[in-house]
């Protein structure tokens, strides 16, 4: 069980707005450390979307966006393409058990 | 644009010891600023952060795991190695090497991933 939970699945029709949730707890979101965000298309390595909890990497396309708000983070992503169908995980910091970084268990984007 | 390149054996027996190298090209290790880590994937689940190491040789390992890692650099060769001793099939997985930022940080560079299967 991962420390931080997410949805295991969304869906969305293309052109759709969908968010994925990661809730966490007073020893990692809510202590104020940050969240980060990963897109792993099948097969492939993870690839960092998301980091400080908003910020885009070059070249990541502004329809994914971040948020924090106490003990939780959400993904946004807008006008839903086909190939943003992946797993999608948070990230960040747990300051328990000596600190840790901590992932999510990770959330299936179907594009219907 | 940093790569990072994972290698060593698919198959350990159970017991023995899972051992890995990650050689990173397009920027030096020995350059600072940066941690060195290996996540792994088990088949069809999530990311667990092993550990990372910075240049000089300092290293942070995940509670869970620290018993059985060890995490080695050698700025000569611009390379890190993983070391988990005594494997089961529980360390089945993608083991995947990468440049974190540190920290709760992010990690922005990922290796390919190697997939090692502990069986007899």
């Known amino acids: 069980q991962s420390v931080l939970t997410q949805p295991p699945s969304v869906s969305g029709a293309p052109g759709q707005r969908v968010t994925i949730s990661c809730t966490g707890s007073s020893s990692n979101i809510g202590a104020g450390y940050d969240v980060h965000w990963y897109q792993q298309l099948p097969g492939t390595a993870p690839k960092l979307l998301i980091y400080g909890n908003s910020n885009r990497p070059s070249g990541v396309p502004d329809r994914f966006s971040g948020s924090k708000s106490g003990t939780s983070a959400s993904l946004a992503i807008t006008g839903l393409q086909a190939e943003d169908e992946a797993d999608y995980y948070c990230q960040s910091y747990d300051s328990s058990l000596s600190g840790t970084k901590v992932f999510g268990g990770g959330t299936k984007l179907t594009v219907l | 644009q940093v790569q990072l390149q994972e290698s060593g054996p698919g198959l350990v027996k159970p017991s023995q010891t899972l051992s890995l190298t990650c050689t990173v090209s397009?920027?030096?290790?020995?350059?600072?600023?940066?941690?060195w880590s290996w996540i792994r994937q088990h088949p069809g689940k999530g990311l667990e952060w092993i550990g990372y190491?910075?240049?000089?040789?300092?290293?942070y390992y995940n509670p869970s795991l620290k018993s059985r890692v060890t995490i080695s650099v050698d700025t000569s060769k611009n390379q890190f190695s993983l070391k988990l001793s005594s494997v089961t099939a529980a360390d089945t997985a993608v083991y995947y090497c990468?440049?974190?930022?540190?920290?709760?940080?992010?990690?922005?560079?990922w290796g390919q991933g190697t997939l090692v299967t502990v069986s007899s």
């Open positions: 397009g920027g030096s290790i020995s350059s600072g600023g940066y941690y």
């Open positions: 990468a440049r974190d930022e540190g920290g709760g940080s992010f990690v922005h560079y």
């Open positions: 190491i910075y240049y000089s040789g300092s290293t």
